[in-house]
């Protein structure tokens, strides 16, 4: 009987994502959003081994949305009827909902659907709709008719509660796109009015309504924005493409969504000139206009002797760039092992110590602070060190190997004129003794083909966190090294300032990824104007993936900026 339970049945399913019959604790994991180990434990508590079969699974207990199915779906019929789903909604948000109510959220999921009830899936879709089934239901109480939509007077009660005008709410009606006279769930999320009725937005509106009938002209938005008339109807094409004076919820996504245009600059005014003769000017103005064109015209000579310098500098740097192969092997130990280099100078000479180690992948043996504190006067502690590096030459097609290591740390002890007592430690580097391969790298290697971005890399490039990216991305071991060629990589789930799933295009707005690359590389996502669910991977577009090559780290730009200063 558990085996067969129709919420097992279904859950199993959703969880079999290779349709072998079987699942594994992997499946398990992505099935309930938890680590594997977590689902390996799930599996121990039930007594049941990986990968589970149907009557396995049966032994789980159910959890999150599958747990209030199950337990709603009264008659095991493995679907919620509307009253069962009212009931359900009802547990979960508090309030009282109807089952005109539950129809109309139903309609949402599954507009076609001839079942009369929702399958698990479908009902699992609801779950991140709970704030906005939670108002949509406390607002269709105003009218004291709960018949699952949005009347005239259940929308102007819901803009004047937030402290707007009834005419507000009276424009809302527009959405009624079946004019069945109310806005039903479908409608209400199809306008974001949940969006739309928060405070802050309510109160936005309002102040931009000057004349008070619902609506925001172009004229009104530009006054409210402090910008020109001009400006404002570009954003008012842009939010809504009509220049129409816009309801509440255009409102808000014009004044949220779209920055302000750059003003065009105006012409200034045409000078008139008149002739006049040259005798009108005196013979001391005429020496200044002369004197003045002619230290311009040093001034410029001048500017274009100092960019003949620059350009005949990098002249000579491309030349000194480009030495032989042989040359660039012989340096390759001394250039790997100089990426910090510290200098001292000892209390007794002119000259100083200077050691030169690889930070990266410094692996010491005692710290020099401690080696410090436990030496005496006149003793040496010596600390293990050790430095790795690798360069690759894609034209000579070798990999060199560079390791060295050690270097002591000599303690002495002076005495300064107050007689406290001093350490100091001079650092000095013994001879390193150092081993490096050649290695010829695969002939296959297509030397032809762009150098391939890191995972941090991209992330720069697409203004996302790269610790969000690499959580997405669990086969991208190395975020800092280029990633494979046949490369896919999904973007974080993001979410709306409501918790709603956002759009494929607020996607393109994040990343600056262009809109019709990023729909095509997600053909699965038929709307690019309707919110992306929950689960579903949005891909980043492979050419945006290639772009991030070029992109520069911070600690880069810096560099090159001091370096370009220095030189010039």
Same mark, same amino acid.
């Given at each position: ?453 890191? $995972?941090?890399?991209? +992330?720069?490039?697409?203004? #996302?966190?790269?610790? *969000? =990216?690499?959580?997405? /991305?669990? %086969? !991208?071991? @190395? ?24 759009? $494929?295009?607020?996607? +393109?707005?994040?990343?600056? #990824?262009?809109?019709? *690359? =990023?729909?095509?590389? /997600?053909? %699965? !996502?038929? @709307? ?41």
């Amino acid at each position: 009987e558990r085996t067969m339970d129709p919420t097992n049945v279904q859950g199993f399913a959703l969880a079999d994502t290779d349709r072998d019959g079987l699942v594994s604790a992997l499946e398990y994991a992505d099935r309930g959003n938890i680590a594997v180990s977590d689902a390996e434990n799930v599996f121990a508590a039930a007594g049941v081994n990986a990968p589970l079969d149907l009557v396995e699974a049966g032994k789980i207990a159910f959890t999150g949305p599958a747990s209030s199915f199950d337990r709603f779906d009264t008659d095991n019929s493995g679907y919620l009827s509307d009253a069962q789903l009212a009931a359900s909604l009802s547990n979960r948000t508090g309030l009282n909902v109807s089952e005109a109510e539950a129809n109309s959220i139903r309609d949402y999921v599954t507009p076609t659907n001839s079942r009369g009830g929702l399958t698990l899936s479908e009902y699992e879709t609801l779950e991140p709709q709970t704030a906005s089934i939670a108002e949509f239901v406390t607002y269709d109480d105003a009218d004291s008719v709960k018949n699952g939509t949005l009347s005239v007077t259940d929308l102007r009660e819901a803009v004047t509660g937030k402290g707007g005008i009834a005419a507000a709410g009276e424009q809302l009606a527009s959405f009624d796109a079946n004019s069945d006279g109310g806005l039903d769930f479908t409608e209400y999320t199809g306008a974001d009015l949940s969006r739309a009725l928060a405070d802050g937005n309510v109160d936005n509106f309002t102040r931009a309504d000057t004349d008070g009938d619902g609506l925001v002209s172009v004229a009104e938005f530009a006054a409210f924005k402090g910008v020109s008339v001009e400006q404002a109807t570009e954003m008012y094409q842009a939010g809504a493409n009509s220049t129409d004076a816009q309801n509440l919820a255009q409102f808000v996504v014009t004044n949220n969504d779209i920055g302000v245009p750059r003003a065009k600059e105006t012409e200034p005014p045409a000078v008139v000139q008149t002739r006049s003769s040259n005798s009108g000017l005196s013979s001391g103005a005429r020496a200044g206009i002369i004197t003045g064109s002619i230290l311009g015209c040093l001034l410029c000579l001048l500017l274009l002797l100092l960019l003949l310098c620059c350009c005949c500098r990098k002249k000579k740097g491309a030349a000194a760039a480009s030495d032989s192969e042989s040359g660039r092997e012989e340096n390759h130990a001394k250039d790997q092992t100089t990426t910090t280099t510290t200098t001292m100078r000892s209390a007794d000479s002119a000259e100083p110590y200077s050691t030169v180690t690889d930070t990266r992948t410094l692996d010491m043996a005692a710290s020099p602070t401690a080696a410090v504190a436990a030496a005496g006067a006149g003793t040496a502690a010596v600390v293990a060190a050790s430095s790795y590096s690798k360069t690759t030459s894609p034209q000579a097609k070798t990999e060199t190997i560079t390791r060295s290591y050690s270097r002591e740390v000599e303690v002495r002890r002076d005495m300064t004129t107050d007689e406290t007592e001093k350490k100091l430690m001079v650092v000095r580097t013994r001879p390193s003794a150092a081993t490096m391969e050649h290695r010829a790298l695969p002939e296959t290697a297509d030397q032809s083909l762009p150098p391939m971005p890191s $995972l941090s890399q991209v +992330a720069t490039n697409l203004n #996302v966190p790269v610790a *969000e =990216l690499s959580l997405q /991305n669990p %086969h !991208i071991t @190395d975020i800092d090294e280029p990633l494979p060629r046949d490369v896919q990589l999904e973007m974080p789930f993001l979410r709306t300032k409501s918790g709603a799933s956002a759009k $494929l295009r607020s996607y +393109a707005k994040v990343t600056g #990824v262009d809109l019709d *690359e =990023l729909h095509e590389a /997600n053909g %699965h !996502i038929a @709307d690019r104007a309707a919110p992306v669910p929950e689960g579903t991977p949005v891909y980043i577009p492979y050419s945006a993936i290639l772009n991030s090559h070029n992109r520069y780290s911070s600690t880069e730009i810096v560099q090159e900026f001091l370096t370009q200063s220095m030189e010039f």
